[in-house]
């Protein structure tokens, strides 16, 4: 007899998958940033990269209906079925953290923000 409610997420490579389509998302549609250029100061939009983040991947999953409750579950491993995503979604975090680090490093994410982020999620 089950219990519950049905998993969200079948197998961890249905999870990875979704992580690979938000990844694909996020490169597709930079932020538009106003910058003034030159002497005149003019005007123009400036494409700037968005982070990959753990939280961005929970919005994403929940704007499209996927996984509304968030992902706090399958990381508890608050039953015997999440326990097969332990490895999946370290790569998720570690992705993640790695992506804001990079770019954090090469100037195209503000490297407070991102050393702040880091120290608050508990992965320094």
């Known amino acids: ?7 969200v997420f079948k197998t961890p490579d249905e999870l990875e998958s979704l992580f690979h389509q938000y990844e694909a998302d996020i490169r ?9 250029v030159g002497w ?22 929940s704007e499209r209906g996927i996984c509304t409750s968030g ?10 079925h999440h326990e097969q995503f332990v490895d999946v979604l370290r790569y998720i975090r570690v992705a993640c953290n790695a992506d ?12 407070q923000i991102v050393w702040r982020l880091l120290c608050q999620s508990g992965h320094r």
């Open 40 to 61: 005149q100061s003019r005007p123009e939009w400036l494409e700037v990269r968005r982070p990959l983040t753990v939280l961005g991947f929970e919005v994403w999953l």
């Open 1 to 7: 007899m089950s219990r519950g409610r049905p998993p």
């Open 100 to 111: 804001m680090i990079c770019g954090a490093l090469v100037g195209v994410y503000n490297a």
């Open 71 to 80: 992902l706090g579950n399958y990381r508890r491993q608050s039953c015997k």
């Open 28 to 36: 597709a549609n930079p932020i538009k940033k106003r910058v003034y």
